[in-house]
């Protein structure tokens, strides 16, 4: 094989290793349990799968305009608690609204402090991340929350029924991350993120309004949380006050393994699904094949190193260091 070759398939692997992996996977796990396939088997898949996905689609807009966000699950925690504690009180078609003003309100203070005081996303949203979290607890006072009338009630359209068969999580899923990919990929907006992400500096020049950019994809992740949190209240019909604790590692994996870089300015929305799926069929087929839920854990961490080292391979093209 001449070094041509080598380089060539070099480059494959770097931008399309994840998926070969995921195909290797998905035929290995059909091998092993022919319920892997079945059609129950992965709409459930996917149904599980789309609360996280329906953050994942916010947050890669902030991974591709050169940022983090850690505080998703502590926040997808407060909209959850906030929106079933006040379906009680002010009834569901004004916790609704209220749920999301004040969520949209968290992330406009964490773009505010990214965009507009320049602090350092990592830092600002680990410390959103306990700040939330204690906000959470404050607001339920500890307790977890339940809707008391679970049967008068139209709330839980959003996380149990169905249209045409297919499960409304799915639909809803579907349904966001079509309109974000035209976003992102069609309008004058999405290529200012890609801009910012890839060149703050020579964005600003341009006269791409750098700050306002990271401003909105913070509450534009704030919403996509929102969301997920109504979907994931409307589900349950109750909730404990950490039920988002730990998310916020699962959807950054599942950013990182559709594309997106983390340093900043190239991932696409599709990609963002495509990873989630991969997230949520692995653990499936993990469980399916007898292995405990807490090998998952690690499973995960293995597929981040792998979904970063594909990620430097891809920029430089190749899989090694050429000082290696």
């Not at 929350?145 to 139209?154: H, L, P, S, V, Y």
């Not at 589900?235 to 393994?257: C, D, F, K, P, Y």
């Amino acid at each position: 094989m001449t070094a041509l070759s080598r380089q060539k398939i070099g480059g494959v692997l770097a931008r399309q290793g994840i998926l070969i992996a995921f195909v290797v996977f998905m035929v290995g796990f059909a091998m092993a349990n022919q319920r892997f396939i079945a059609v129950d088997n992965v709409f459930g898949v996917i149904r599980s799968s789309a609360i996280l996905g329906v953050m994942a689609l916010g947050v890669t807009f902030v991974v591709i305009g050169g940022n983090l966000d850690l505080s998703v699950g502590s926040m997808m925690s407060f909209s959850t608690i906030v929106v079933l504690d006040l379906h009680d009180k002010v009834g569901p078609a004004l916790a609704i609204p209220l749920m999301f003003a004040m969520t949209l309100a968290l992330g406009a203070f964490i773009g505010f402090l990214v965009g507009y005081l320049k602090l350092n996303s990592l830092i600002v949203t680990l410390g959103m991340l306990s700040a939330i979290h204690g906000l959470t607890l404050t607001w339920s006072g500890g307790k977890n929350m339940d809707i008391a009338d679970k049967e008068g009630t139209w709330f839980a359209i959003f996380g149990q029924s169905s249209a045409l068969g297919i499960p409304m999580p799915i639909l809803i899923f579907a349904l966001l991350a079509v309109v974000l990919s035209v976003l992102l990929s069609k309008t004058p907006f999405g290529r200012k993120v890609y801009a910012v992400g890839g060149n703050g500096t020579a964005a600003t020049f341009s006269g791409i309004p750098r700050a306002r950019v990271v401003f909105m994809t913070y509450v534009l992740s704030a919403f996509c949380v929102a969301t997920a949190g109504l979907m994931q209240a409307s589900r349950s019909m109750g909730s404990q006050n950490t039920v988002g604790q730990g998310l916020e590692l699962e959807v950054l994996a599942a950013v990182i393994l559709g594309g997106a870089s983390l340093l900043g300015g190239s991932g696409t929305v599709f990609k963002t699904v495509i990873g989630v799926l991969i997230l949520g069929f692995i653990q499936n087929g993990l469980l399916l094949v007898g292995l405990e839920f807490y090998v998952q854990y690690v499973v995960t961490w293995v597929i981040i190193i792998l979904a970063v080292w594909l990620d430097i391979a891809a920029k430089r093209g190749r899989l090694w260091s050429p000082i290696a």
